[in-house]
């Protein structure tokens, strides 16, 4: 290998693990709204657009950033992807398949935070991923409660450390032991 030095993001991929394979929820075809256009935002919609996604909305609150990530979207792979300004309470399309919280919001200390989203447009039906790794933000307890499909960021968590342990390693990662590990951590076992 030499002198050369390689860098993996696995962000974009423990997410998509943990959305197709846990949670069952195939990409392909989907109208997705990302909320965020930071790291993860930008990982996300990069294996969303490889998937299949039909078209992907980057909802952000710094325009420069948005259509940033729109751009690379849109002149890197073959999706369809638009910026909305993100100012005020963001109403979600009702046509939205899924709808990702790829922003720091709810990280700790700020636990109890949610994005600033109209919640009354939220339909029975979406699915709504939140890329924090705590088992049941305030923001997906709303959006449960409205009838959406929920993939808290645990799993997006377990996958990513699989990925690396692989990359460091050469060998499968224990994913269950993982998961467990997290499940007593978190209190949830």
Known sequence: MGDRLVGENTDGKGFMTALTGDAKVDPRGKRVVVLGAGGAARAITVELALAGAERLTIVNRSTERGQELVELLNSRTPVKAEFA????????????????????????????????IAYESIMPGMVVCDVIHTPMTPFLAEVGGRGAQTVDGLGMLVYQGAIGFKLWTGLDAPVKVMYDALARAFGLA
């Not at 005020?88 to 949610?114: C, H, M, Q, R, W």
Request: net charge negative; charged share 15%; glycine share 6%.
């Open 85 to 116: 300004a993100w100012s005020g309470s963001y109403a979600i399309s009702v046509d939205t398949d899924i709808l990702i919280n790829a922003t720091s919001i709810g990280l700790f200390p700020n636990v109890n935070e949610k994005p600033e």
